[in-house]
């Protein structure tokens, strides 16, 4: 068990809908990253916070959206969904910022199916 | 651009051997390598990492071999074990942490 936690397991929904994924990061971890891994593809960075700040986007559409709250909890919020948004969402949690290195730990994902 | 490239989709592999994953960059700057494992249903494991400054590190059965002139790292895993089966991918990150840029993964298969 990595300690992170991920809510819901699976999601289907359909076109033109929007949906929210929730990551409650490992104890004690200040940064929260999301990834996208679709069919047969390695996982895309999408968005990273540290302490409720954004810290660094990667390919993220502008249709998606990120937040981390006081909690240090962090929410991905997906509209206008397309058949292309099906896929196993992650989210990781490091305690990068406290000094040296720091691997992430991912959670167990969401799978997202649009139909 | 894929700056993590994993050129092997999949690898078999005969229980009590070597395995050995291979994964190329291209990105110079990048000063943290790492191995991560994963199995159908579950996120990634964290295995093993290596600096940049670095050419070999080693955890159990499992090393990783750094070689900065050719870009290029390979994970070993000594003997393997039915329970390795599972994808591998490698990553890398630069300014010692943060987001990871992660290869395509590559399956390996331990055959009894």
């Known amino acids: 068990d990595s300690g992170v936690t991920q809510t819901p397991k699976h999601l289907i929904t359909a076109t033109g809908q929007r949906v929210t994924l929730r990551c409650s990061p490992r104890s004690g971890d200040l940064s929260v990253y999301w990834y996208q891994q679709s069919l047969d593809q390695g996982l895309q960075f999408l968005i990273q916070y540290y302490n409720g700040e954004e810290r660094a986007k990667g390919n993220i559409l502008e249709r998606f959206s990120a937040q981390q709250f006081p909690d240090l909890h962090s929410e991905l919020n997906l509209s206008s969904l397309e058949l292309g948004d099906s896929a196993l969402y992650f989210c990781?949690?490091?305690?990068?910022?406290?000094?040296?290195?720091?691997?992430?730990?991912f959670g167990n994902g969401t799978r997202l199916t649009v139909t | 651009d894929q700056q993590v490239k994993q050129n092997s989709p999949s690898l078999s592999v005969q229980e009590g051997r070597i395995s050995i994953l291979n994964c190329d960059y291209t990105n110079s700057m990048f000063d943290y390598f790492l191995w991560y494992k994963k199995y159908p249903a579950e996120g990634p494991t964290f295995l093993i990492s290596i600096s940049s400054i670095k050419d070999k590190n080693e955890d159990g059965r499992f090393t990783v071999f750094l070689n900065k002139s050719a870009k290029h790292l390979s994970l070993h895993i000594v003997p393997s074990q039915p329970g390795d089966s599972a994808v591998y991918f490698c990553a890398a990150s630069y300014n010692q942490g943060g987001k990871l840029i992660f290869g395509q993964g590559t399956e390996l298969s331990v055959k009894p």
């Open positions: 990781a949690s490091s305690e990068e910022g406290r000094g040296g290195f720091s691997p992430l730990h």
